[in-house]
């Protein structure tokens, strides 16, 4: 073919210049080369990856073009990353690649490594620089300026100071050579035992504290010695903050590293807290043991290492006005025995301690409770004390804790009448002296005690109380709980009960018994039968699993009421304080319903026992004067019940911080509290309580005695005051290992000691200095209740014994003083017993039964005679009173239905 009919192809589309700008475009990698372009299908396999972006790069023709649009994998319009589901890289590198461009999926929300790395050594870099900084600008603080001691005030009932006490600090310090080595080395066993090499602080222990706290397990304290001596002597703040908490952190790693260790150790020694009002080593040597500090022995300086674990629960003298339940004495002594115990095992492993030297001391040393604060002396002490437990126990309300308490700056005032406390002091120390002799008569007349409170009924303050001899001498507060069992003065809450809710019906049945009641008249008849068989609503005998009947029994096996069937009213039964009728009468009530009505005029639940057993009704209970008084307050108030109250204001240099809400709600109505008033009036109108008569005044009241003597109450009220007073024999040395409730025989020379006795003379003394000056005032009259109920004997019944003659109190029993028999601490008072513990209503020979028991019930004060001791032992005249449950509770072995006398 010749040369001239070979011509090269022309570019489509016009020219030269536009194949120019065709070209150009493509290598833009913006246009894709149309499909059909010239060129062998392989071509497209022949491409590489030499730039997915197409940038710099000019194809040489159009089948080049055509590939590297086929490369571009169908991408849709508009789509400009190089392969699917990946974006544009950027621009220009970016300083944090987050969400990272170049990764697909949940990958592109995974930080990298790099990325990781910088943001920790940025976090950490930031806290140091955090602490470096805010080590650099705490200093120490001055302890002089942080410690500034202030003092509560206490007001009497009329505003005038009563004394300045309770925050302010005793405290002496000493030198580090003047602290015994041992007490330094028994604080930083316990506490901190790499104090010396620590910084200040204990970051595994912190750790360790917040991992415990984070699982749920047990809270942990992660301090050191130098942080505690911070926060007890340097910051003015113990709130619970995290401000505060870091503030402490910086202050102890400054204090750590600037301040010589054995200052640390001083200072934090000098300023703990080792309650008793005592602030440092010294102080506390003084409370506990009389003693300078650098006289304390090895176990001694553990015992204090102890305490400082918290004084409420390691204090082995108790603090039952915080925690009634949680501080007894027995408790903190065990808890403080065995952390002593551990506190020298770990001097021992830590070799701060020679074993032989340990093995000295494996009881609790011997200590006291001495009050250094001679303001307290007489009955201030005690009523101070009152007031604190009432601020703490009612944080809720007041709004004050116990640290703040400590802390000081309040004033206080009380509801507490100068002149009645004075004058309540006055009886008692007047009527002890006049027949307490325990130089003359140390077999009976030694250990005696006496208990009173004052409550009035329109408010519920407590007005006065007689906590003791002296309140730096004798350290329990006797008008509080004391564990001496009420006896007879419980049977009002029965008669109470029958009036407001009914007796069941015998005829009944016994699910629906509950609800078919008759109320009760203080006309109905019962049965005043001695050695009485009781019986359930239905009628059939009360037994126990044997089978065996319960015969209940009176004061002296008295009967009273006409033979044969012995049937006496409620009235006469109250006045004479018959057993078998209220035992009867509780039964047929039910026990729940008696419990109900002790519950609802103020008795607290707790202080309640045998709930479940007839003896319940004679009063195996053991509440406090003061809660014995406010409960026959609310029978004075027409049934209206006020809890008692010592604190009605309390103020701080900002204004007041609580004030006191009386709360009244209505345990009777006033028919029943006011037929119940009148029965009890006749109870000292012509009664076991005719003692207790006030000239021009009408009273009300009732006598109490339990088993073996062990305890003589008079609770008794007018219109504007309720008073009870309680009597007991109860050793007040520590010293004495299983310290028990002692019987009363022959004590003030009396054969046996009623609540008509001394009891009743004290409340009357007191009653009338108490009300002098006031009108006489007419209880209501009241309306009538009830039906009279005739409670008809039982068929199973025994015969009656013949009735036995009436003598006066002054028939002597035998001279003979019976031994006390073992029983367990305070709160009880438990005999041995000829019946098993839990054969809780066995019968035996002498009629007797199960643990427990009053001392045959009765008449307290007159109308017939006491048993003789050596009847008491022989005759089984601890037969009654019994809780049932195996403890007694304060009145003796013999049977569970015997019941206090009176």
């Not at 035998?814 to 054969?839: I, L």
Request: net charge neutral; aromatic share 8%.
């Amino acid at each position: 073919m010749s040369e001239h009919r070979r011509k090269p192809p022309q570019p489509q589309g016009g020219g030269r210049a536009e194949a120019r700008r065709g070209q150009s475009g493509s290598s833009s990698g913006r246009r894709a080369a149309p499909r059909g372009a010239t060129g062998s299908p392989s071509d497209s396999y022949e491409s590489d990856s030499r730039d997915s972006g197409g940038e710099g790069h000019t194809y040489g023709s159009r089948a080049e073009a055509r590939r590297a649009a086929q490369r571009g994998g169908g991408r849709r319009a508009g789509s400009t990353g190089p392969g699917r589901g990946r974006s544009t890289p950027p621009g220009k590198k970016r300083i944090i690649d987050y969400p990272r461009h170049d990764k697909e999926g949940w990958r592109r929300w995974m930080p990298s490594w790099r990325l990781a790395t910088g943001l920790c050594i940025t976090f950490f870099g930031s806290m140091v620089a955090a602490a470096g900084i805010g080590y650099a600008l705490v200093s120490v603080p001055d302890v002089a300026k942080t410690a500034k001691a202030q003092n509560n005030v206490y007001y009497w009932a009329d505003d005038t100071q009563m004394v300045a006490t309770g925050g302010e600090r005793n405290r002496q310090n000493v030198n580090i050579e003047q602290i015994p080595k041992a007490m330094q080395n028994a604080v930083i066993s316990q506490e901190n035992k790499t104090f010396y090499e620590d910084s200040g602080i204990d970051p595994r222990g912190i750790a360790r504290a917040v991992f415990n706290m984070a699982r749920g397990g047990e809270t942990q304290g992660g301090s050191t010695i130098t942080q505690q001596y911070v926060k007890n002597a340097m910051l003015d703040d113990q709130s619970q903050t995290i401000s505060r908490k870091a503030k402490e952190m910086f202050v102890s790693i400054k204090v750590g590293t600037t301040v010589d260790k054995n200052e640390i150790l001083k200072g934090y020694l000098n300023s703990a807290y080792y309650g008793r009002g005592a602030y440092g080593i010294q102080a506390a040597a003084r409370a506990y043991f009389d003693k300078d500090a650098f006289k304390l022995n090895e176990g001694e300086c553990a015992f204090l290492s102890a305490i400082l674990k918290g004084a409420t629960y390691y204090d082995p003298a108790g603090a039952t006005s915080i925690d009634p339940v949680g501080a007894t004495p027995e408790a903190n002594k065990k808890r403080a025995l065995t952390q002593m115990q551990d506190t020298l095992e770990k001097m021992v492993e830590y070799d701060r301690l020679d074993p032989a030297i340990r093995a000295k001391y494996t009881k609790l040393p011997k200590w006291q409770n001495p009050r250094s604060n001679t303001a307290l002396s007489g009955q201030i002490g005690y009523l101070v004390d009152l007031a604190k437990a009432y601020i703490v126990n009612n944080s809720e309300e007041t709004g004050i804790t116990a640290r703040q308490l400590e802390q000081g700056g309040y004033s206080i005032y009380t509801t507490f009448d100068k002149k009645k406390v004075e004058a309540l002091e006055k009886s008692v120390t007047k009527i002890y002296k006049k027949n307490i002799k325990p130089e003359e008569r140390p077999k009976t007349d030694t250990h005696v005690q006496f208990g009173g409170a004052s409550v009035d009924p329109a408010t519920g303050a407590i007005v006065a109380i007689y906590g003791g001899v002296d309140a730096t001498k004798h350290f329990t507060n006797n008008a509080d709980a004391t564990g001496a069992q009420v006896g007879s003065t419980f049977k009002p809450y029965v008669l109470a009960a029958a009036m407001k809710w009914g007796v069941r019906d015998p005829e009944g049945d016994p699910v629906q018994a509950q609800d078919e009641r008759t109320k009760v008249s203080e006309k109905s008849l019962y049965s005043g039968k001695n050695k009485l068989k009781i019986k359930e609503y239905d009628g059939s005998v009360w037994q126990n699993e044997k089978g065996k009947q319960w015969e209940q029994t009176n004061d002296g096996d008295e009967s009273y009421g006409t033979a044969p069937d012995y049937k006496i009213d409620l009235r006469e039964a109250m006045r004479d304080s018959v057993n078998s009728s209220f035992v009867q009468l509780g039964v047929d009530v039910g026990l729940d319903k008696v419990k109900s009505s002790a519950v609802d005029s103020g008795l607290l639940e707790s202080s309640l026992a045998g709930t479940n057993y007839p003896s319940f009704s004679l009063g195996t209970s053991n509440p406090s004067a003061i809660r014995m008084a406010g409960s026959y307050a609310t029978f004075a108030a027409s049934g209206e019940q006020r809890d008692p109250f010592s604190v009605k204001k309390v103020t701080d240099k900002d204004g007041t911080v609580y004030t006191h809400k009386t709360k009244t709600e209505e345990a009777f109505t006033a028919q029943v509290a006011d037929n119940v008033t009148d029965v009890l009036k006749t109870v000292v109108e012509d009664g076991t309580g005719t003692n207790a008569q006030l000239e021009g005044r009408e009273v009300a009241g009732k006598t109490g005695t339990t088993d073996g003597n062990k305890s003589a109450w008079f609770v008794g009220y007018t219109p504007q005051l309720s008073t009870a007073i309680s009597m007991f024999r109860y050793p007040d040395d520590e010293s004495i290992k299983n310290r028990q409730f002692l019987k009363m025989y022959g004590t003030g020379d009396q054969d046996k000691i009623h609540g008509a006795s001394f009891p009743s003379e004290i409340w009357a003394d007191y009653m009338e200095a108490a009300l002098k000056g006031q009108k006489a005032l007419p209880f209501p009259t009241p309306e009538p209740i009830g039906e009279i109920v005739n409670d008809t004997p039982s068929p199973t019944a025994t015969p009656s014994p013949s009735e036995t003659e009436e003598e006066t109190p002054s028939a002597s029993p035998t001279t003979s003083e019976p031994e006390p028999e073992p029983e367990p601490s305070r709160p009880t008072q438990t005999e041995t017993t000829t019946c098993g513990v839990f054969d809780f209503k066995c019968e035996d020979d002498t009629g007797g039964t199960g643990p427990g028991g009053s001392d045959a019930g009765g008449t307290d004060g007159g109308v017939t005679s006491s048993p003789s001791a050596s009847q008491s032992e022989e005759e089984g005249t601890n037969r009654g009173n019994g809780n049932g449950n195996g403890n007694g509770n304060g009145n003796g072995s013999g049977s569970l239905f015997g019941g206090p006398a009176g």
